[in-house]
């Protein structure tokens, strides 16, 4: 019987811990682009680089973009053929391309046949079967005929060399040691290059170096060292008398010395040899952590070595020999066999379990690579396929049938009771976890499957014991245990006419210190009952006390603060009163909802839960708002004030369901993800997201803490229990690259990582910038948000969109910040800041300014000239017509006036032939005054001219037609013997001027001098 316990509890342990997962994923877009993948390497960016028969691949998480040699690149490159790729120490991927290596620069992202110009010099052709690069910043290149190739990766072709000849399949093995130097290993010798070549006639078979010292091992298993002075001597430390068959550098300082029997262990620093006592033969050795060494022995035996102090734990034998071993970031150990089954090691067990998959590609996979987040990368035939390994800390709850979990209690006997919706289910578990019994509507709990009938929407135990089921639409259940395991079942529903239930939608229950249970419904306002242990409790509700009608609100939860304040909260608002008043009816509630002119009011109306946490702040969870914390110090008063954490304010969902304490820390259940706040709710961006990757539908029941400290957890799909203090802190901080800029128009750019600084040349102000977190695990949980300016602008949230598009900007200079999630779904410290620098066109620069400037200038100038000059021509007309009227009455001035007309004659600024034509046309004009008959015809032939040629040069010297100035002629004329005594009348005045109607005569006279005739003669 003990054992039977003792395998039941170990059962039950193991269901309880957190359970390691591993999802695998296969590329199948790079598989539709290339024909097969020949090598995967990841560069120091964290970009993964995919070398294929179809060109070379850069993979950011979202897309395969591909690089190939094009006409017209000057690259020389022939074919797209990537046999096998490198990564060098400048962050290049040398290419081995059919026969020839192609340095492929990230920065600039073009392609560079390395020895064609040393080819053009030497005259001959140089076939590169291996590529091998070196810590100390240089490259070798092994050609089919046996040359060594040195260069420096940062001037590549102008430092290619020839270094050894002559060694065609006689390298054993490249090396660099603590100094930098490079060793390469051959049976022709041993060669050291430090600037120059040192060669060693003893050959050797294997290079370690470890901390300041480095270890060679002869091909007879002899094991020597590097001394100081670069002399090369054997160990004299004790060694076994068998040959070391293989050494490897260990990464906590020491080495492994491998023989045909047994391991040793040799301490880097002192080179001291230690018996690991481990005997046997050993087939393959793994290490992913700095003091674990795991050994695959020839039976199939599994060992992991304790690197410290020596502790061994032996695995039985799997079914295939390993390919690798590694640990995830939880510390659970995978190993993947030859014949494709995936084994874990849980943390803290000793038998490895096989998981479940039937991925019959990873029987083929080879070249497996680690990334940072701990992925394993593998290709095969179908392409390449990922390992991402993740630990689930959600357990879930055992039901038999599936039911969404609406509400969940522990009692005082440590019980804990969950309630099925779907199913109408209450389930009862003891403090260790136990499943008890469901209870059945008999009052007693049942080993099998039962069903009671109701929807519980909230449970709750009085400080009398008794526990009260809150349902819908059934109403109130008392519980009052009579035996153990038995319940009296008490049961209220509304009734017409009575006074006591008012709704039977009851979705909250809370006690007061006085021992009064507050009751919260829809529809049916709040109820109070002050004696619970009454046979027949009396209902307080709105039908008897009208201070309790809340009936306009339909209540979700209540909660009583620590110096007795009630917090009603509702799909209205939130309630809230004084339970320190003795008498319900002279209670106040007041009323605080979402206004629309208030910027610190309730973010949503709509009520999901309510906090107060251990420094007595209060937190409310809404529907749609995410958290509104109450930063008013008195909460009854009249208007409260509120902070806000959602979306808009960096929070990670304005959808709430709960929010609930623990150990100091906050959490909200949100619609698909557990969220933790942060401690003290301060940092912009403090918050860390868990279990959004699992898909789960959390529903309304308010979580659990359970008796031993673990949480339960409702959802659409049963409960699910964790244990919050293991969901630690992510550390994984992935690194935001750019990845593409994309002009309208144009193609997309990809060389744009290699710079914090992008210029955008004039004329392209309708741009896409593309970029990513480079996080493996999970970029289908990365978020993203971006800022434009360094003033502490808000951030622009934009979610699952990895690009920011600019359209139509206008120069400028623009720092634009970048920050994301990592794979877990918790912002990080990854801010990338870019500043985009947009060159305005010639006509947006201070130079078109300044032509503007002048143009304009140069515009005004001329329409200021133009104006003087036209008025100073029409002055000119004027002062000519004024001139040539004159002279009709200086021709009848005495010889006393002949100087006024002297000067008149000299203001006058025509060409003499112009005048004498004036002087004619006016005395033609002044003998034939009084001729009425007189017109323009006359006075062309006269002046033997034309009538137009008449019209245009009166135009041009005087601005007026020869009609005009013969009337104005006369009218002048009119002046003179108006002015003198003559004795005439007006009438007799316009015929000596030569005006046949002495109406028309007055008419234009006053048209011109702005007065009759008579007025005139009056004023002269």
Known sequence: MRELLLICLLCVSQALTARPECHIEHFEELTEKTLRVTRIVQDRQGFMWIGTLNGLYRYDGYNFVSFKAKAGDGSHIITDHVSSIYLDANNNIWCLIG?????????????????????????????????????????????????????????????????????????????????????????????????????????????????????????????????????????????????????????????????????LMMDARSGRII???????????????PRQLWLQMTDGTIIRLNGDNGAKMTLAGLSSPLSFITEDPNHNVWMLADNGSLYCLNKGTTMPQRYPTED????????????????????????????????????????????????????????????????????????????????????RLHAAYTVFGSHFYCMLQDHSGQIWLGSKPDGLFRLRETAPGTFLIAHWKPAPGRADLTSGEIYGMVQDRQGRLWIATHGGGLLCIKDTRAGKPVFLSRRNTPALNLSVANLNVLTITHDDRLLCGSENGIFITDLRTQDIRRLKFRHHTRESDRANSLSSSHITGILEDQHHRIFISTECGGISRIMSDDLLADRLAFRHYNMDTGFLSDVSQAIFEHNGRKWVLALNQLIEMDHECTKRHGYNSFFKRDKLSFSPCRPLRLPDGRWLLGTANGAFIVRLDNLGHISNVPQIALTGLKVQGQEERYDVNGSDTIVIRPRERSFMLSFAALDYSGTDMIDYAYQIGDNQKAWTYIGRSHSISFPDINPGTYA???????????????????????????????????????????ILFGIIHTITYIRTIKQQQRDALDKYLKLLDSNRQEAGNQPRQAEIIRQARQKAADDNFMKRLMSFIEQNMSNSDLTVEDMAEALATSQSGLNRKLKDLLGSTPSDLLKKARIEYACVLLKKDTGMNIAEVAFNCGFADPKYFSKCFKASKGMKPSDYRTDA
């Open 99 to 263: 026969r020839r290596a192609c340095l492929f620069d990230t920065r600039t992202m073009q392609f560079t046949d390395v020895l064609r110009q040393m080819e053009q010099q030497t005259g001959r052709t140089y076939d590169v079967k291996k590529i091998r690069t070196m810590r100390d910043g240089t490259t070798w290149l092994i050609t089919s005929d046996g040359l060594y190739i040195s260069l420096r990766n940062d001037r590549p072709v102008s430092t290619a060399a020839v270094r050894l000849r002559g060694l065609a399949d006689q390298d054993r093995m490249f090396a660099t040691d603590h100094h930098g130097r490079t060793w390469i290993l051959t049976n022709r010798g041993t060669f050291m290059f430090n600037g120059k070549q040192i060669r060693k006639p003893q050959t050797y078979s294997t290079f370690v170096n470890r901390g300041n010292n480095s270890w060679l091992l002869d091909d007879n298993g002899r094991l020597h060292v590097l001394t100081p002075d670069d002399r090369i001597v054997p160990v004299t430390n004790p060694l076994p008398t068998e040959p070391i068959a293989k050494i490897y550098p260990l990464l906590n300082n020491r080495v492994a010395l491998i023989t045909a029997t047994r391991l």
């Open 275 to 289: 018996d690991s006592g481990i005997r046997g033969q050993i087939a393959k050795l793994f290490q992913y952590v």
């Open 360 to 443: 019959e590609n990873l029987k083929k996979s080879t070249n497996s690579l680690t990334d940072r987040q701990g992925n394993i990368w593998f290709r095969n035939d179908a392409g390449i396929c990922k390992l991402s390994f993740r630990q689930q800390h959600l357990q879930p709850l055992q039901q038999e049938v599936t039911s969404m979990i609406r509400s969940s209690m522990v009692d005082g006997k440590g019980r804990y009771w969950v309630s099925g919706y779907d199913d109408n289910t209450l389930r009862v578990f003891d403090r260790h976890n136990r499943p008890v019994g469901y209870l059945g509507p008999d009052g």
């Open 816 to 858: 634009v910040r970048i920050r994301s999630t990592n794979g877990e779904g918790t912002w990080v410290g990854n801010t990338r800041r870019v500043v985009i620098i947009v060159k305005p066109t010639f006509w947006e620069t201070p130079w078109a300014t300044l032509l503007y400037v002048i143009l304009l200038a140069g």
